[in-house]
């Protein structure tokens, strides 16, 4: 099966802890993103790495850091979670072959911050 | 930098009717394209379909299709013979290349509730 593959589902953690959210692609994509939603449903992009540049948007702490190993795994680190950071998070990948750069989904991971 | 939105936050039909919903675009860019998704109620989000802005036909992938009104910056979906699995949220979306990097923008989305 080819897909965009996030574990875990749900995480639910204190304030202070770290997290790490895991993303695995297998449709040979060289290009991967980490997006936040809210409550709100709002879609913010957060990271987009490809051929090892990774591309950071602006507005997003510094807690945050993306870890990858190979083109198809984008890992998501969070050092020291605040409550503000409660929400999904969505990987996604394309293909810089591809015309239209479409973008694929993962199912997304809860993080809910006590 | 470019921007995406759609005003309506949410719109109720009742089954078998055709909706549209509205999506408005700010971009610099000559050609660009522009994308709809649907996230539903799992969470799942998947890609409906898309327009080439070079291109003057309206896309259509089944019962979806798209009025692009390209002198209003207009991208709207229209979905015909609503079913109740089109409940969802729909994202519409547009490419930017920014920092070397392609990346969508995304509007805000509007829920669509498909009645019985």
């Known amino acids: 099966e080819t897909a965009v593959f996030q574990t875990p589902n749900y995480h639910v953690t204190q304030v202070g802890n770290e997290v790490s959210f895991n993303c695995k692609q297998t449709?040979?994509?060289?290009?991967m993103y980490w997006y936040k939603q809210d409550s709100k449903k709002l879609l913010k992009i957060m990271f987009s790495?490809?051929?090892?540049?990774?591309?950071v948007n602006e507005t997003v702490p510094r807690r945050f850091s993306p870890q990858s190993s190979d083109k198809a795994h984008l890992n998501l680190r969070i050092k020291s979670v605040e409550p503000e950071d409660s929400a999904v998070y969505l990987c996604?990948?394309?293909?810089?072959?591809?015309?239209?750069?479409?973008?694929?989904f993962g199912p997304g991971t809860r993080l809910t911050v006590l | 930098a470019q921007k995406v939105t759609q005003t309506q936050t949410s719109i109720s039909v009742m089954e078998k009717t055709t909706v549209t919903m509205d999506c408005v675009y700010e971009?610099?860019?000559?050609?660009?394209?522009l994308f709809w998704y649907k996230q539903t109620a799992s969470g799942e989000i998947v890609f409906l379909i898309r327009?080439?802005?070079?291109?003057?036909e309206n896309a259509t992938v089944g019962h979806y299709s798209l009025n692009f009104q390209k002198p209003k910056s207009s991208i709207g979906l229209i979905i015909t013979a609503t079913q109740i699995e089109d409940s969802a949220v729909y994202f519409c979306?547009?490419?930017?290349?920014?920092?070397?990097?392609?990346?969508?923008?995304f509007g805000s989305g509007t829920q669509l509730t498909v009645m019985p």
């Open positions: 996604a990948s394309s293909s810089t072959r591809d015309t239209y750069a479409e973008q694929f």
């Open positions: 449709l040979g994509h060289d290009t």
């Open positions: 790495y490809n051929n090892k540049q990774l591309i």
């Open positions: 971009t610099q860019d000559s050609s660009y394209f």
């Open positions: 327009q080439d802005s070079y291109k003057k």
């Open positions: 979306a547009m490419r930017e290349f920014s920092s070397g990097s392609w990346q969508l923008i």
